[in-house]
């Protein structure tokens, strides 16, 4: 086991990717009128790929099309005081091939805000870093 300056678990590539696979909600950092904005999403991890759902005319939809953009999901248990967070950094691409589509749309990736999420970005996992916190040992 790897640790950091902090004493904090140092996390693999595949770690951070199995993590990924277990969280529900993330959070997309990405630029908007040239400033840095952060938005909840709900996503799936397809292989190495973040997709996420969304509406065509958003925000989001818009500033994520040939951008390069963050990704940070995270689990936390303030109780136990142990948790994780792994961030993946990448390009994000608009999905307009019927195809791939298709593809996507039979992915359990169901949006939770209302209104038509018929809109796919995906974000290729570039770099993957992540963080685990567990207890410390009780003398």
């Known amino acids: 086991m790897q640790l950091d300056a902090s004493g904090l678990q140092v996390l693999s590539r595949q770690e951070c990717l199995d993590l ?23 996503f799936h991890l397809y292989g190495e790929q973040i997709v996420i759902r969304t509406s065509v005319g958003s925000k989001l939809a818009a500033a994520t099309q040939r951008t390069v953009v963050a990704f940070e999901a995270d ?52 770099q993957v870093s992540g963080r685990r916190i567990t207890a410390e040992p009780t003398n």
């Open 20 to 42: 990924l696979c277990t969280a529900l909600i993330g959070r997309i950092v990405f630029t908007d009128r040239a400033l840095p904005a952060v938005q909840p999403v709900n």
């Open 75 to 126: 689990e936390f248990d303030p109780g136990m005081r142990t948790g994780w967070s792994v961030t993946a950094v990448g390009h994000a691409r608009a999905v307009d091939d019927p195809e791939e589509m298709a593809r996507l749309a039979r992915l359990p990736l169901l949006p939770w805000a209302p209104g038509s999420r018929d809109h796919y970005i995906v974000v290729d996992a570039e």
